[in-house]
Nanobody
Framework: QVRLVESGGGSVQAGGSLRLSCARSVYIAGRHCMAWFRRAPGMDREGVAAIDANGITLYADSVKGRFTISRDNTRNILYLQMESLKPEDTAMYYC??????????????????WGQGTQVTVSS
């Protein structure tokens, strides 16, 4: 099992920015997919952004144009740059990974390993 640890959450005002990081416990030599999910209070977990084995990214419509997913494989870190934050972005944010070349890089809840989450709170 690969351990994932998120950081970078916090409280910001609407219109502000945050960058989330997800540190991986091991170097993954092969092709893999990773993603960010979030869960707001009383809501189901939803996919926010994903990056597949080829580096192709996918975003939920609600964050398209505001959030950017990226990864630094040499440092085993996944990022989520969040701009123009809105109160409705308030949630616990989780990173997830799937460690094989056949992974889809989707926003579906089908990843193997998950982090514990980092809280993002956006005030109006």
């Amino acid at each position: 099992q690969v351990r994932l640890v998120e950081s970078g959450g916090g409280s910001v005002q609407a219109g502000g920015s945050l960058r989330l990081s997800c540190a991986r416990s091991v170097y993954i030599a092969g092709r893999h997919c990773m993603a960010w999910f979030r869960r707001a209070p009383g809501m189901d977990r939803e996919g926010v952004a994903a990056i597949d084995a080829n580096g192709i990214t996918l975003y939920a419509d609600s964050v398209k144009g505001r959030f950017t997913i990226s990864r630094d494989n040499t440092r085993n870190i996944l990022y989520l740059q969040m701009e123009s934050l809105k109160p409705e972005d308030t949630a616990m944010y989780y990173c997830a990974g799937e460690w094989h070349s056949g992974c889809s890089g989707s926003l579906r809840d089908e990843y193997k390993d998950w982090g514990q989450g980092t809280q993002v709170t956006v005030s109006s």
